[in-house]
């Protein structure tokens, strides 16, 4: 087994918190503007943006410690890609370097607790992650996730996370830009409860796709952006699923709403569930489907986090 902090904590660990939703929060307040390109990864060469981005990354950091949970926190470079940080002006900045660093000092300040924090470098599609039709094709997709794979494999994360993916080429360009890193990776995709992606692709036949593409395969798989309910549905189809596939995906960062990706994209208001219903149904996957990472995505803050983190703290010990 790697030396590698993901590795160690994964194994050793019966379920790993994850962080709630953070862009989406950053939208909410009115005094701060997401960058049109980056959304929030030049947050940080910000004082005002700067402090926002870390009062909600410190809330997340507080609930693990005080439920002595592992936790899974990503770097806010979910968009930054170099084709984007060009137009956003943001070229002479080490800007998935740099916001590896700013968790990295997060995390310091956090004394002992700092050994159960993991930083995962985030990526995601090129395009609307809802929509599968704007999914570059393999070559294409290796070609243009490269630069930024290989910008967060030099700096400060412990493990890749390429996020929200909706179409299987983009998935598998995807991971061949990661395993050429070296860098332990996990894949998520965006799920419907019919058990495929986006694009139609059944989860067994995404996962094989994607295992038989690389040499170094993904560590895992994830789903995310998707209810807990559209998830579980999704493992126990019996036509597009597989027992691979349960043993594959490792994990869920649940939304709090049951809503379609097209509803959810046109939806112009918040929709939130409570949070011990939100805690309930996300736990539940771990004692009924064995899941270990935990966490949520959007609609999610604190509230929803800490009352997951109880029922984890409970069911994991």
Known sequence: MPDNKFFDLFVSSPCILGEGAVIERLRRNTNLALDPHLVNAAFIYSEESRSALESICRQYLEIGREYDLPLLVSTPTWRANRERIAMAGFEDFDVNGDNAKFLNDLRAGYD???????????????????????????????????????????SEVDVILASTLPAISEATGLALAL???????????????????????????????????????????????????????????????????????????????????????????????????????????????????????????????????????????
């Open 179 to 317: 395993a050429a890193t070296g860098k332990p990776y996990l894949i998520s995709f965006v799920v419907r409860p019919e058990g495929t992606l986006l694009d139609g692709t059944p989860l067994h036949l995404a996962i094989n796709a994607v295992d038989t593409s690389v040499k170094q395969k993904p560590f895992a798989y994830m789903i995310n952006c998707t209810h807990a309910s559209f998830a579980r549905a999704a493992l126990l189809q019996p036509t597009n699923s597989s027992p691979l596939v349960r043993q594959r995906i490792v994990g869920l960062l649940a939304n709090t709403a049951a809503l379609s990706p097209e509803k959810l994209d046109d939806s112009v208001s918040l929709v939130e569930e409570e949070p011990a219903d939100f805690a309930n149904t996300v736990a539940a996957l771990h004692r009924d489907l064995g899941l270990k990472i935990l966490g949520g995505c959007c609609g999610t803050d604190d509230q929803h986090i800490r009352a997951l983190a109880a029922q984890l703290a409970n069911n994991c010990r």
């Open 112 to 154: 002992s607790y700092a050994e159960k924090v993991i930083i995962c470098g985030l990526m995601s599609c090129r395009g609307n992650a809802y929509a599968p039709v704007e999914a570059l094709d393999v070559a294409e997709a290796q070609a243009f996730h490269s630069w930024q794979a290989e910008k967060l494999a030099k």
